[in-house]
T-cell receptor
Framework: DADVTQTPRNRITKTGKRIMLECSQTKGHDRMYWYRQDPGLGLRLIYYSFDVKDINKGEISDGYSVSRQAQAKFSLSLESAIPNQTALYFC????????????FGEGSRLTVL | GIQVEQSPPDLILQEGANSTLRCNFSDSVNNLQWFHQNPWGQLINLFYIPSGTKQNGRLSATTVATERYSLLYISSSQTTDSGVYFCAVVIGGTYKYIFGTGTRLKVLA
């Protein structure tokens, strides 16, 4: 099983619908991240969390919200999805402190019609 | 903000060839990682290399933090090496990873 698990892996929805992408990790990491990737581009940070009580906005947080339900779980919500939120979404986790690797989930491909 | 530039943006190789991918960053960083995104979209960790040199099979990487660049070497390339290679850096004091725009590699059989 993957250390960082995302669900769903693929989702097609309609404009205006509420969507939640879920992420869980078994690595015992404190830090969790949500990134978005658009075709031909790198990854852009949406939100990040350093622990259950610490949530921070990234570069492109507008239109998104997050919830850190537990150390191991970090979900991303689109309250009212729009077509330009069609993208590949990645969750990642990392141990606390400056050193240490970032580990990614397998990605959630979201299409908003 | 910090700029992370990767070169070349695109690279086509014949199987068996060697290549060097470069990552330049504009400010001091704490961490640096190289990732391979395969054709299925999965991001695979290649190297965690804030400084120094590491090797893993046909791949090796070198980071010279004082000169603000990192290099990824691929030797004897295989078709399975195709995909996009990203470097990502952590800005000093913030612990946020910033990604370059990647090098798209295609290895021809």
């Amino acid at each position: 099983d993957a250390d960082v698990t995302q669900t769903p892996r693929n989702r097609i929805t309609k404009t205006g619908k509420r969507i939640m992408l879920e992420c869980s990790q078994t690595k015992g990491h404190d830090r969790m991240y949500w990134y978005r990737q658009d075709p031909g581009l790198g990854l852009r940070l949406i939100y990040y969390s350093f622990d259950v009580k610490d949530i921070n906005k990234g570069e492109i947080s507008d239109g998104y919200s997050v919830s850190r339900q537990a150390q191991a779980k970090f979900s991303l919500s689109l309250e009212s999805a729009i077509p330009n939120q069609t993208a590949l979404y990645f969750c990642a986790s990392k141990s606390s402190g400056g050193a240490g690797e970032l580990f990614f989930g397998e990605g959630s491909r979201l299409t908003v019609l | 903000g910090i700029q992370v530039e990767q070169s070349p943006p695109d690279l086509i190789l014949q199987e068996g060839a060697n290549s060097t991918l470069r990552c330049n960053f504009s400010d001091s960083v704490n961490n640096l990682q190289w990732f391979h995104q395969n054709p299925w979209g999965q991001l695979i960790n290649l190297f965690y290399i804030p400084s120094g040199t590491k090797q893993n099979g046909r791949l090796s990487a070198t980071t010279v933090a004082t000169e603000r660049y990192s290099l990824l070497y691929i030797s004897s390339s295989q078709t399975t090496d195709s995909g996009v290679y990203f470097c990502a850096v952590v800005i000093g004091g913030t612990y946020k990873y910033i990604f370059g725009t990647g090098t798209r590699l295609k290895v021809l059989a």
